[in-house]
């Protein structure tokens, strides 16, 4: 075999986290909280001694680091979302998939996240933007890396403390980034202003990359036609607009996108916000009706998430990632039992950061948030 790993995990822990993880979808909890983090390959590659740069090389040094971030991962972080023994593993680009498609240019740094810089300078080039080929930039490459890996699994034997495991190739799908993420990601801070100054050409702009985003969604699910478990965007860039200008500029693209994917969906309707969203809470729920609220902003105070979002959607969140990196485990645990205190009344609640757990990140904080998951558990749970 070309690719042999061994993970070290208590194999009766998949059973309990299963019934942990399933409950969660009926609002309801077996013995506590479920745990789980946002942790990406970035956290990893320092601890394993790889320059990050380096995981980009190719489909197979990516696909071998991915097994040993799984490794490392399922050994040494405290988590619920382990439900069998297998991992699912996938071309992996930071969040430039979408944007680099789309003709932003993206910066490959040699220890840092991947980002997109701007292309796109005036209105006028705005104006005549094309939607891209389906083949266009990182997409191609992803549809190429998922072939390949796909042939890397027939060669890797996986085990889980001698159990024989599987590994799977997850399905291809766009990136996540919603219409006004990727606008920025393409213009820059400008698209604020040009919202303003000229919304039609705006909204000509947003509904092409909405149409983009379809097509490809659609190429991806014609190629790789299994059935997608759920469906969620990612809205950072619009937590700093007005209600009313992310009802006007975003919503409705956003709607289509979940509209054409999330239908019949448990969870068809995902959303990812960092920063405080509190201002959109309404509309997420009156006008976007999403399903579930994911590593959400720490800016949200879990009483007011608890307020405006509780019930209505699975949540996830959101511990200060700062605080996990830089805090004591006694802080991060007070922090912890502050949003359990508030959100696990509510159901559907997992733990966690909010949002982005940061490279250096001491273990024992991590295990912080179990424990007072259990505390808590133990304390407040009937058994």
Not at 107 to 125: C, K
Request: charged share 25%; with cysteine; net charge negative.
């Amino acid at each position: 075999m070309r690719f042999r790993l061994n993970i070290d995990y208590p194999t009766e822990k998949f059973e309990m986290n299963r019934k942990r993880m399933e409950a969660r979808e009926h609002f309801q909890y077996v013995d506590r909280v479920p745990v789980s983090f946002c942790v990406v390959p970035r956290f990893f590659a320092p601890i394993l001694g790889l320059k990050y740069i380096d995981f980009f090389k190719d489909a197979e040094t990516q696909y071998y680091w991915q097994l040993q971030f799984f490794k490392y991962r399922m050994e040494n972080i405290p988590e619920d979302i382990w439900t069998g023994p297998g991992l699912s593993v996938a071309p992996y680009f930071d969040n430039v998939l979408d944007s680099d498609a789309f003709g932003a240019k993206t910066m490959w740094p040699e220890n840092e996240t991947l980002h997109s810089t701007p292309t796109i300078h005036n209105v006028e080039q705005m104006d005549q933007f094309e939607i891209p080929p389906t083949n266009s930039g990182l997409w191609g490459k992803a549809l190429h890396w998922s072939t390949q890996m796909k042939e890397f699994i027939r060669e890797t034997h996986l085990t889980f403390n001698g159990r024989e495991g599987k590994v799977d190739v997850a399905h291809l799908s766009i990136g996540g980034l919603d219409p006004h993420m990727i606008a920025i990601d393409l213009v820059g801070l400008d698209f604020y202003w040009w919202m303003l100054d000229c919304p039609e050409k705006c909204h000509c702009f947003l509904d092409k990359i909405t149409r983009g985003l379809i097509r490809q969604q659609r190429y991806f699910m014609e190629i790789d036609p299994w059935p997608r478990g759920a469906f969620g965007l990612a809205g950072d860039t619009s937590t700093i607009l007005s209600p009313e200008t992310f009802k006007e500029f975003c919503i409705p693209y956003d709607n289509r996108l979940y509209d054409t994917f999330g239908k019949g969906l448990r969870d068809g309707r995902g959303m990812h916000m960092c920063g405080n969203s509190t201002h959109l809470h309404s509309a997420l729920v009156n006008d976007l009706k999403i399903s579930s609220f994911n590593v959400f902003g720490y800016q949200v105070p879990p009483k007011v998430a608890a307020e405006n979002l509780g019930g209505k959607m699975y949540l996830w969140g959101n511990i200060n990632p700062m605080l996990m990196l830089n805090g004591t485990k006694s802080n991060v645990k007070d922090a912890a039992r502050e949003c359990l205190e508030a959100l696990a009344p509510c159901g559907g609640f997992i733990l966690g950061d909010g949002a982005n757990v940061c490279p250096g990140t001491p273990i024992e904080n991590l295990a912080a948030l179990t424990e007072a998951s259990e505390e808590y558990g133990n304390e407040r749970m009937p058994k």
